[in-house]
């Protein structure tokens, strides 16, 4: 799964001293930056929201998907999509464990997404009411995941530039049995391919939305673009997304929900209609229609397994060894 | 009868394994820690893995043109052969890794044995099960020596699920005439040969857990014959809505 990168920068970048001229000449020469390598304040702390906003975006991103696991339709599906969700909790331990490279423990950064400080991707708030969606998530959410974090894989960060090399594997799989899904449904009976499209209707804009505000709007751009964390624009990205996925709408027979989608002969790429940045920042205020129950999922399973850790801690202090 | 016995035979297994992944796959994004969530459905992806083995050589013993999904989404509660511990409800980590410890020392022994069937296809299917169970158990055993030798909560919390429990524990070494044509015919084994073992594996586990073996008490049965505990609807329900609502449909 994924999650789409926050902008923003924490405070402003430090003074001009030796240390950050090695560090500029480091990313100048496309050279990773190291956990034991001296970095601006800002840099780290930038680098460990976005981290953590992904660790999490996987780790809230299992819930929408896990709500089918036990109604998948045949025990092919099922082991498919179970293996799925556990890659997503794989690649939130990976993605910790990036984060916490930075300096920050796992526990503080799920704390924090506990406590609602913290952001994940916006697209997990939205219901997942038919099968249909299982492979619209996979098909959209994870195609736009994955335009995303391939540019990640060469972010100037080694960690994370290294746990998205794995990631990105995993998730082009997730997204060809999303893909495979749709076309499954799109090809079967008349109320299977209504129950495709209807999944294609509303997961298409909040699939664009993925990208973040519009470039335009995007005021910390321009830092990140520098520390090489990010490579490529919001809306850079978005095209990509949508000139890449238009063709796959076609050829699974479904119609992508926008009356002003068309080619345009001189910018080549898909011109799109207006996208309802309302409900973009309506759902990332807290107002979409799941936000409330999965952070409540979330703090449901950390309250309700305390008593577990806290019996594995204290065997272990018991007979002097690790605790899980 | 030798024939529909061996099936039912299979399909115990099956139902078995099916029933467990089916309540363990719920825990998947919910567990106490993420690692647990790794572990879990790595658990229920095996038993998912194995009840399609047996589903499907029942369906090939039976040749009506049943393949594992027809056996998995198309019969009734009462047509199930799965034993009750298996359905029993997830309840907290403590009953979910108390009825796992159960079943999983129980399939060690009872697919060493299968691993020596007469019957070839049953002898790979446990052969190959077992690599996978002694994982499954070896996990499920640390997690009960952990909760059971942990705090003073967790230590109550997994005393009461094995009270709770224990009454479904019986069923799993009670014989009936689908196991004696089992043993007849060399495909299967003797439930009641494995108690003994088995007490003897959770008395050693139970010690290092510092927890009591229960006192004798009734045993609850049933489940292999098809009389189930009244959750096993529910989780067909749930389980087998999709196909059941859509029979024309191919997923």
């Avoid at chain 1, 799925?84 to 300096?103: I, N």
């Avoid at chain 1, 999303?178 to 499954?184: A, L, Q, R, S, V």
């Avoid at chain 2, 009734?76 to 890794?97: I, Q, S, Y």
């Avoid at chain 2, 020596?145 to 919390?157: I, N």
């Amino acid at each position: 799964m994924y999650t789409s990168i926050s902008d923003g920068i924490e405070g402003a970048p430090d003074g001009g001293d030796a240390r950050e001229r090695a560090f500029d000449e480091r990313l100048d020469r496309a050279l990773k930056i190291e956990p034991p390598d001296w970095m601006p304040d800002a840099y780290r702390k930038t680098l460990t929201r976005q981290i953590s906003q992904h660790a999490h975006s996987e780790i809230v991103g299992m819930l929408p998907e896990g709500n089918w696991i036990t109604r998948a339709p045949s025990l092919q599906r099922k082991v498919i999509l179970l293996a799925k969700v556990q890659d997503e909790a794989g690649h939130g331990l990976y993605l910790y464990g990036a984060a916490e490279s930075l300096g920050t423990s796992r526990d503080e950064l799920v704390l924090a997404l506990l406590s609602g400080k913290a952001k994940y991707s916006s697209i997990f708030n939205y219901p997942t009411l038919t099968w249909a969606d299982v492979g619209a998530i996979g098909w959209l959410v994870d195609g736009a995941a994955i335009i995303n974090q391939i540019p990640i894989t060469r972010c100037s960060y080694g960690p994370y530039a290294r746990a998205m090399v794995r990631i990105c594997k995993e998730e082009s799989f997730h997204q060809r049995q999303g893909f495979d899904i749709m076309w499954t449904l799109a090809h079967g009976t008349a109320e299977q391919h209504a129950m495709a499209q209807d999944a294609l209707d509303r997961w298409w804009w909040p699939s664009v939305m993925m990208f973040g505000p519009p470039d335009s709007e995007s005021t910390h751009n321009v830092q990140s673009l520098r520390w090489k964390i990010k490579l490529f624009t919001n809306d850079e990205l978005r095209t990509k997304f949508i000139d890449q996925t238009v063709p796959q709408a076609e050829q699974l027979g479904l119609a992508i929900p926008d009356p002003d989608l068309r080619w345009n002969d001189e910018t080549k790429h898909y011109d799109i209609g207006p996208i309802d940045w309302d409900e973009f920042y309506r759902v990332i205020g807290g107002n979409g229609p799941c936000n409330k129950d999965r952070l409540q999922a979330r703090v449901d399973a950390w309250e309700d397994g305390a008593w577990v850790r806290e019996a594995a801690a204290e065997h272990a202090r018991k007979h002097g060894s690790d605790a899980a | 009868m030798r024939d529909s016995a061996r099936i039912e035979y299979v399909l115990r297994f099956g139902d078995g394994a099916l029933v467990l992944a089916q309540r363990l796959c719920a825990w998947v994004a919910h567990a106490p820690v993420m690692e647990e969530d790794v572990a879990v459905a790595n658990v229920s992806l095996d038993l998912f893995g194995q009840a399609r083995m047996w589903l499907s050589y029942a369906g090939e013993l039976e040749g009506a043109g049943r393949d594992e999904d027809r056996l998995a989404f198309h019969r009734d509660a009462r047509e199930f052969h799965n034993v009750l511990l298996v359905e029993r409800p997830n309840g907290d980590f403590a009953d979910t890794t108390v009825r796992g410890y159960f079943y999983d020392l129980w399939a060690s022994l009872a697919l060493s044995e299968l691993a020596g069937s007469h019957d070839e296809r049953i002898a790979a299917i446990a052969q190959k099960s077992r690599k996978e169970n002694a994982y499954h158990l070896r996990r499920s055993q640390d997690w009960i020596v952990r909760l059971g030798d942990g705090t003073q909560e967790s230590h109550a919390r997994v005393t009461r699920a094995v009270d709770e429990l224990w009454r479904y524990t019986g069923e799993l070494f009670i014989g009936d005439d689908v196991d004696a044509v089992a043993v007849g015919d060399g495909f299967g084994f003797a439930p009641e040969a494995l108690r003994e073992p088995w007490l003897e594996r959770v008395r050693a586990t139970f010690a290092q857990a510092t927890l009591d073996v229960p006192p004798d008490t009734w045993m609850q049965r049933g489940g292999k014959q098809g009389v189930h505990t009244e959750d096993l609807g529910y989780l067909l329900a749930e389980m087998q809505v999709l196909p059941r609502s859509m029979p024309e449909a191919v997923w």
